[in-house]
């Protein structure tokens, strides 16, 4: 029987995973799955629900696919920074662990839409 890797394998190596978000971050390049179309990411807020359009890092290939895309373990995966780009919390969640293109992606309309609560954005 395969052993499989408990924990969540983004983490478990957090110092390269906040090296990496950092880097991102610095970079303050667009959206990686609506490449802008929302807005720009606003990089400043928290990363939760309540701010849609905040910065959270995109698995280009998702972790839990990690096998279908040839990686040794989900953590190698997680850690590629070939497979990472910077993402609107939003449209992250949309996509979950999807792989292709996507409705924000394709210029297609966006039948959910972000909700923001605040007017300072």
């Not at 303050?28 to 807005?39: A, E, F, Q, W, Y």
């Not at 359009?53 to 920074?81: C, H, M, N, T």
Request: proline share 8%.
């Amino acid at each position: 029987m395969e052993k499989r890797p408990t924990g969540n394998p983004r983490y478990a190596n957090g110092a390269l995973r906040r090296k990496y978000r950092a880097r991102l971050r610095a970079m303050g390049g667009p959206c990686g799955i609506c490449h802008g179309r929302l807005g720009p990411i606003h990089y400043d807020e928290p990363s939760d629900a309540a701010h849609p359009l905040s910065f959270v890092i995109d698995e280009i290939k998702p972790v839990s696919k990690w096998r279908q895309f040839g990686y040794a373990s989900p953590r190698a995966a997680a850690e590629d920074w070939g497979n990472l780009q910077p993402a609107h919390y939003f449209c992250n969640a949309q996509k979950g662990n999807k792989t292709g293109v996507f409705v924000a992606d394709s210029g297609q309309k966006i039948t959910k839409s972000p909700k923001i609560s605040d007017g300072n954005w």
